[in-house]
């Protein structure tokens, strides 16, 4: 049962927390929800769950079903495809923009060089043990990182929005690969993809920082449908989501 302290809002706070599940796979495409079980889970009553639900259905990332219950989304292939093609357009420029704003001594620049030192680190770190959450740390350190430039702009907005569309895939591939050897080796080929990107950036290569961007994308968009397709515990349903699985609130 989750022990967080709640804020005055209730709903906000419900609403934060099951999007988590949901993004993060605790909750897993197709799942079916019980309102219920979410209010024990988060020490909550109902009404700030319903609340929170409502929410996350107009967001796309839970539907009712016909028989009126409340099932987390299914990931199709037409979601992961949109939102890779719009990553595509977006984060090549960011990272252009990121490359111009790297003066000498900057805040960025410090950032770039550490985030650079702990890929290093992580690469060489004991990879038999299977580290998804120091890994997932680093992943999102990059894509803060090249987000700086443009805060407070609506292509920042626009970004919040793909990412976490795309937070909920890459979860999925990396945390439900089938064998721990599988877990390692896809770590440790995204991280290198990850080091590509940023040792562009520090050489102040924009031409090649977006070539390694674009790269990373596509390999991460058919790393997610190899997911989806060799998935044993989650099979597919013939509309292309993953068929229910037991887990929180089901």
Known sequence: ???KKHPKRLGEYAYQEIKELILKNKLVPGQNLSIGYLAEYLNLSQTPIREALGRLNAEGLIV????????????TDADVVQTYQARKLLEPQLVELLIQSLSKGSVLLRATQKLHKDIIEFLESD??????????????????????????????????????????????AETFATEDTQKENMLRVISKEHLNIVRAILARDSDM????????LENSMQRTFDSLRHAKDFPMEPDGTLKAAAGIGS
């Open 209 to 216: 920082a977006k070539a390694y961007t674009l790269i990373h």
């Open 64 to 75: 009712h079903t016909a028989h009126k219950k409340l099932r987390v989304s299914g990931i």
């Open 1 to 3: 049962m989750a022990t």
């Open 127 to 172: 990879m038999s043990e299977v580290h998804i959450d120091l890994y997932l740390q680093i992943d999102e350190q990059l894509n803060e990182l090249i987000m700086q430039p443009v805060r407070g702009t609506l292509t920042c907005e626009l970004q919040v929005i793909i990412n976490e569309k795309s937070l909920r895939f890459r979860n999925y």
